[in-house]
């Protein structure tokens, strides 16, 4: 396709499989505003040719096939029929021509190396680490900042990094139908990078973190569209023989998830990243810090991003631009192993021989890839905003803090924004939140198309593959419908032994992994409904609940999920945010509440939003019901090892499951259930205690707990959020039965 911006050297079509995609354009519409409404389709795209045929790539000793080509033949010949896109890659990344910071500068490692070592902070770091270690000589002492430094830092290669591209792009060609991207916010994000260069700075990549191809996809889009590659932050498990050499060639730099005490590491760390934003070099890092198990965003790990603004207020640089990006995905290559560490299995760690073992995901089809780019904003501004507004000193640490956490929720609620809910998404929340243990294939389309409605009509985005049909709208949502579940596979079953083919949910819990990723959009509404479904539930349809109510219901609600969810306008009053909400649900077509008084708010007769707007959260109000319910096996005052509780509660959780008192499999999620243990923590529900020099860290009840009247009545407060399940017992009393069973759950050492 032709582009707009002949200096964006971005190769033809039909050489690569990025997809640039011209938004739709409103009347009037500004040139430089965000498209809030659904992509275009295009009529046509053109894919990489496959390497393997579909009867190889099907047939169970595809890989095997690969190997005997490999012995049989040239490397050359293997990869002869993607030469061309090597060519491309190879032609679109020139010195002369790239945005930004030349990352292949003679001796760039040693000359970062120089100017991190005469820091004076790190200087000082190597005094005091001489001082613990007095026998130390000093070229024993340099050569510990050489190991320091060569094991963390990043060594660019010309040559391994078009090599890692081309292997990058084999993968991606393979695993996925193409990665799509906005062609005006690529635009944007490369006028960004040309005023960052002229000025020195740098651009600060933020995206958002579901799988190990990010760190694929975005150096790829950047390799093509002559960005200068960013310096990665990458965790030093990924530190991999082989492997890890080509990562570190082609931009990641290794650090550890805890530096402890480590003063000499710490300070190698700190100044090592000053340094490459003091030279103006992009950088790219995770601001949740891992990858997103549960499919929605994390918490903020605000570490990185507190070494940058100290960068700023240092003097380092004088600005830089902020990016946020999100990445999605039809379907995350990890999430069979999500599932197994949230059910309370052990994290694998990542090592060359499942690297090797993993490449027969080449042989399935994971959908398409969407990256989207939030506008570049300046930290300068954004710093000096927030400092006359809310009147911050920067020589106090508590402002710094306030602004770093200001910033970090400010790019993950943009991330949210600028987010496209793919349609494996769409058809999976479509069949999660039916009532009914299965749905037809036209009900299905038709839920495929009222959830993607709703979506949009709170400025959400949602994507849509291209599709053959040129008729009806119903016969392309039909064509998507079972593209998406073609790609979901065995997740979805299909029930033949009936009049019409009927779908299920086989794996709910990797299932809730989709529909969490568009929690976000119905934050405020679901809070809203679950809080009138809390003061309607068995009582007549059309019950009017007063709105003061109502708000103290979800005033408490919202506080519950402070640390679950991303709100959309957080620290806002929470009285004006209800009564907006309230008017929104309203305005629906058809409302999801209706107000038969200015005071007062009802279910309307046709609940389907209500029901749909209630079943997104339901399974989390269910998490943390179970985690308070769990505190019951520490009244009146025992204690218990941290990791054997959460594993008390996971295991009690599968045995109210399956016996029918917790209403939602996914309940029982680690991630979730860890969540609620810190909101727990911060509300003084419970302490932690270490109680020997090992650092054992025990769980206990606070004082103010430690009465069952009390205890008993928070478990009440939270389970009257609770779906009514098919068994009836989703009710709030926690009956003799479930106290023995919990009772059962406190392992006899924690009664001492």
């Given at each position: 396709?032709?582009?707009?911006d002949?200096?964006?050297?971005m190769?033809?079509?039909s050489?690569?499989f990025?997809?640039?995609?011209?938004g739709?354009?409103?009347?009037?519409?500004?040139?430089?505003e965000?498209?809030?409404?659904?992509?275009?389709k295009?009529s046509?795209?053109?894919?990489?040719?496959?390497?393997?045929?579909?009867?190889?790539?099907?047939?169970?000793?595809?890989?095997?096939?690969?190997?005997?080509?490999?012995?049989?033949?040239?490397?050359a010949?293997?990869?002869?029929?993607?030469?061309?896109?090597?060519?491309?890659?190879?032609?679109?990344?020139?010195?002369?021509?790239?945005?930004?910071?030349?990352i292949?500068?003679s001796?760039?490692?040693?000359?970062?190396?120089?100017?991190?070592?005469?820091?004076?902070?790190?200087?000082?770091?190597?005094?005091?680490?001489r001082?613990?270690?007095?026998?130390?000589?000093?070229?024993?002492?340099?050569?510990?900042?050489?190991?320091?430094?060569e094991?963390?830092?990043t060594?660019?290669d010309?040559?391994?990094?078009?090599?890692?591209?081309?292997?990058?792009?084999?993968?991606?060609?393979?695993?996925?139908s193409?990665?799509?991207?906005s062609?005006?916010?690529?635009?944007?994000?490369?006028?960004?990078?040309?005023?960052?260069?002229?000025?020195?700075?740098?651009?600060?990549?933020?995206?958002?973190?579901?799988?190990?191809?990010?760190y694929?996809?975005?150096?790829?889009?950047?390799?093509?569209?002559?960005?200068s590659?960013?310096?990665?932050?990458?965790?030093?498990?990924?530190?991999?023989?082989?492997?890890?050499?080509l990562?570190?060639?082609?931009?990641?730099?290794?650090?550890?998830?805890?530096?402890?005490?480590?003063?000499?590491?710490?300070?190698v760390?700190?100044?090592?990243?000053h340094?490459?934003?003091?030279?103006?070099?992009?950088?790219?890092?995770?601001?949740?810090?891992?990858?997103?198990?549960?499919?929605?965003?994390?918490k903020?790990?605000?570490?990185?991003?507190?070494?940058?603004?100290?960068?700023?207020?240092?003097?380092?640089?004088?600005?830089?631009?902020?990016?946020?990006i999100?990445?999605?995905y039809?379907?995350?290559?990890?999430?069979?192993?999500?599932?197994?560490?949230?059910?309370?299995?052990?994290?694998e760690?990542?090592?060359?021989r499942?690297?090797?073992?993993?490449?027969?995901?080449?042989?399935l089809?994971?959908?398409?890839v969407?990256?989207?780019?939030?506008?570049?904003?300046?930290?300068k501004?954004?710093?000096?905003?927030?400092?006359?507004?809310?009147?911050?000193?920067?020589e106090?640490?508590?402002?710094?803090?306030?602004i770093?956490?200001?910033?970090?929720?400010?790019?993950?609620?943009?991330?949210?924004?600028?987010?496209?809910?793919?349609?494996t998404?769409?058809?999976?929340?479509?069949?999660?939140?039916?009532?009914?243990?299965?749905?037809?294939?036209?009900?299905?389309?038709?839920?495929?198309?009222w959830?993607?409605?709703?979506?949009?009509?709170?400025g959400?985005?949602?994507?849509?593959?291209?599709?053959?049909?040129?008729?009806?709208?119903?016969?392309?949502?039909?064509?998507?419908?079972?593209?998406?579940?073609?790609?979901?596979?065995?997740?979805?079953?299909?029930?033949?032994n009936?009049?019409?083919?009927?779908?299920?949910?086989?794996?709910r819990?990797?299932?809730?992994y989709?529909?969490?990723?568009?929690?976000?959009?119905?934050?405020?509404?679901?809070?809203?409904?679950?809080?009138?479904?809390?003061?309607?539930?068995?009582?007549p349809?059309?019950?009017?609940?007063?709105?003061?109510?109502?708000?103290?219901?979800?005033?408490?609600?919202?506080?519950?999920?402070?640390?679950?969810?991303?709100?959309?306008?957080?620290?806002?009053?929470?009285?004006?945010t209800?009564?907006?909400?309230?008017?929104?649900?309203?305005?629906?077509d058809?409302?999801?509440?209706?107000?038969?008084?200015?005071?007062?708010?009802?279910?309307?007769?046709?609940?389907g939003?209500?029901q749909?707007?209630?079943?997104?959260?339901?399974?989390?109000?269910?998490?943390?019901?179970?985690?308070?319910t769990?505190?019951?096996?520490?009244?009146?005052?025992?204690?218990m090892?941290?990791?054997?509780?959460m594993?008390?509660?996971?295991?009690?959780?599968?045995?109210?499951?399956?016996?029918?008192?917790?209403?939602y499999?996914?309940g029982?999620?680690?991630?979730?259930?860890?969540?609620?243990?810190?909101?727990?923590?911060?509300?003084?529900?419970?302490?932690?205690?270490?109680?020997?020099?090992?650092?054992?860290?025990?769980?206990?009840?606070?004082?103010?707990?430690?009465?069952?009247?009390?205890?008993?009545?928070?478990?009440?407060?939270?389970?009257k959020?609770?779906?009514?399940n098919?068994?009836?017992?989703?009710?709030?009393?926690?009956?003799?039965?479930?106290?023995?069973?919990?009772?059962?759950?406190?392992?006899?050492?924690a009664?001492?």
């Amino acid at each position: 396709q032709t582009q707009k911006d002949q200096h964006t050297r971005m190769p033809q079509q039909s050489k690569h499989f990025l997809v640039l995609k011209q938004g739709k354009k409103k009347a009037n519409e500004k040139e430089d505003e965000d498209e809030n409404e659904e992509e275009e389709k295009f009529s046509s795209q053109t894919r990489f040719p496959p390497l393997l045929t579909s009867k190889q790539k099907k047939s169970a000793n595809w890989l095997e096939t690969v190997k005997e080509r490999v012995k049989s033949t040239k490397p050359a010949l293997l990869f002869q029929s993607y030469l061309s896109d090597l060519e491309t890659i190879r032609n679109c990344y020139q010195h002369d021509d790239v945005i930004g910071g030349d990352i292949f500068a003679s001796r760039l490692y040693e000359k970062l190396k120089r100017v991190v070592y005469k820091t004076p902070s790190v200087q000082a770091a190597m005094e005091t680490f001489r001082l613990r270690n007095p026998t130390m000589s000093m070229n024993s002492l340099n050569a510990k900042f050489d190991e320091v430094y060569e094991t963390m830092a990043t060594k660019f290669d010309n040559k391994n990094l078009r090599s890692v591209a081309y292997v990058v792009q084999y993968i991606l060609q393979q695993m996925y139908s193409g990665i799509h991207i906005s062609q005006k916010e690529l635009d944007r994000v490369r006028e960004a990078a040309k005023i960052a260069q002229e000025k020195g700075i740098p651009l600060i990549l933020l995206p958002s973190h579901k799988s190990h191809v990010d760190y694929m996809v975005l150096s790829y889009v950047f390799l093509l569209s002559g960005i200068s590659v960013p310096f990665i932050a990458a965790g030093d498990n990924l530190k991999m023989p082989i492997a890890g050499n080509l990562l570190r060639s082609a931009g990641a730099f290794f650090i550890k998830r805890k530096m402890d005490d480590n003063v000499l590491y710490r300070s190698v760390f700190n100044e090592y990243i000053h340094a490459i934003l003091q030279q103006g070099y992009n950088l790219e890092f995770f601001l949740e810090g891992g990858r997103s198990r549960t499919g929605k965003l994390l918490k903020p790990k605000t570490g990185m991003l507190t070494v940058v603004i100290n960068a700023f207020l240092a003097g380092k640089m004088e600005d830089a631009f902020i990016l946020p990006i999100s990445i999605g995905y039809d379907k995350v290559i990890e999430t069979e192993s999500y599932v197994k560490e949230l059910l309370g299995g052990s994290k694998e760690k990542e090592s060359l021989r499942e690297l090797l073992r993993s490449t027969r995901l080449l042989a399935l089809n994971f959908g398409r890839v969407d990256v989207r780019f939030s506008r570049p904003f300046s930290l300068k501004e954004f710093v000096d905003q927030q400092v006359a507004a809310r009147r911050l000193n920067l020589e106090k640490p508590a402002d710094v803090r306030s602004i770093v956490h200001v910033l970090a929720y400010q790019v993950l609620n943009k991330i949210n924004l600028q987010a496209s809910v793919m349609p494996t998404s769409i058809v999976v929340t479509a069949i999660l939140t039916h009532r009914g243990r299965g749905i037809s294939r036209k009900e299905l389309i038709d839920r495929f198309a009222w959830v993607r409605k709703l979506i949009l009509a709170r400025g959400g985005r949602a994507a849509r593959p291209d599709t053959k049909s040129g008729g009806s709208s119903e016969e392309a949502d039909g064509q998507v419908v079972d593209v998406a579940l073609n790609v979901l596979g065995n997740m979805i079953g299909r029930q033949k032994n009936v009049i019409e083919p009927v779908f299920t949910p086989l794996k709910r819990f990797e299932l809730s992994y989709y529909r969490n990723q568009i929690v976000h959009i119905f934050v405020n509404e679901g809070v809203v409904a679950c809080s009138l479904y809390a003061n309607t539930r068995g009582k007549p349809r059309g019950t009017a609940v007063d709105k003061s109510v109502l708000l103290k219901d979800v005033t408490f609600l919202s506080q519950l999920f402070k640390i679950e969810f991303i709100y959309t306008s957080p620290g806002a009053n929470i009285a004006e945010t209800f009564e907006d909400t309230v008017a929104k649900m309203e305005s629906q077509d058809p409302p999801a509440v209706i107000s038969p008084t200015k005071e007062t708010v009802a279910v309307p007769s046709d609940d389907g939003q209500f029901q749909f707007l209630c079943a997104l959260f339901w399974p989390f109000i269910d998490s943390y019901w179970l985690m308070c319910t769990s505190f019951y096996s520490l009244w009146p005052s025992h204690m218990m090892e941290e990791k054997t509780f959460m594993q008390k509660v996971q295991s009690l959780g599968f045995t109210l499951y399956y016996e029918g008192d917790l209403g939602y499999y996914e309940g029982i999620s680690k991630d979730t259930l860890g969540n609620a243990a810190g909101l727990f923590l911060t509300l003084g529900v419970i302490q932690k205690q270490v109680i020997d020099t090992k650092g054992t860290t025990v769980v206990k009840l606070a004082p103010e707990y430690a009465s069952e009247e009390r205890l008993l009545a928070l478990i009440d407060l939270i389970g009257k959020f609770r779906r009514e399940n098919k068994y009836g017992r989703g009710g709030t009393n926690l009956n003799p039965k479930l106290k023995k069973i919990i009772r059962l759950n406190t392992p006899n050492l924690a009664r001492l």
